[in-house]
């Protein structure tokens, strides 16, 4: 169950994924409306009375891009012309998409990444100077 004293904002949520291994969104007690930002007041019917709600993990790759021309960050991390990353929307098996890196595929041969893909989230790739989710195949 989650901890709803926990508040609604980025901190909150890269510390659930960071140190409890779970992907957070807020559910709206109103309409049952998930969302995958932790936010303060439901995208749908604009109540206030959210509260923390516990994904899967699992996913699949809606679309994704191969990028090789990298920030420094992700230049400090391997990547770049001769190894490029992925990135993608990624839909929740709830239903909520995200935006995510995709790990584990092969950035030099796009071919061989394929749309509607299964994935799995991977908490442990958390940079804390530029958190973003992380995704690998299931
Ligand atoms: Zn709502």
């Known amino acids: 169950m989650a901890d709803d004293t926990k508040q609604f904002n980025a901190t909150s949520y890269f510390a659930y ?46 679309t994704f891009t191969c990028i090789s021309i990298v920030s420094v960050a992700m230049g400090k991390r391997g990547y770049g012309r001769d190894n490029p990353c992925c990135t993608g929307i990624v839909t929740l098996e709830e239903g909520p998409r995200v935006s995510a890196h995709i790990l584990g595929v092969d950035g030099n041969n796009p071919q061989s990444i394929k749309t509607g893909m299964a994935l799995v989230l991977d908490p442990e790739e958390i940079d804390p100077e530029d958190p973003a989710l992380a995704f690998r195949p299931a």
């Open 17 to 62: 994924i960071k140190d409890e291994k779970k992907l957070m969104g807020i559910r709206c007690r109103n309409c049952s409306h998930l969302s995958s930002t932790p936010r303060t007041m439901c995208p749908s019917c604009h109540s206030k009375d959210v509260e923390w709600h516990e994904f899967s993990g699992k996913a699949k790759l809606s």
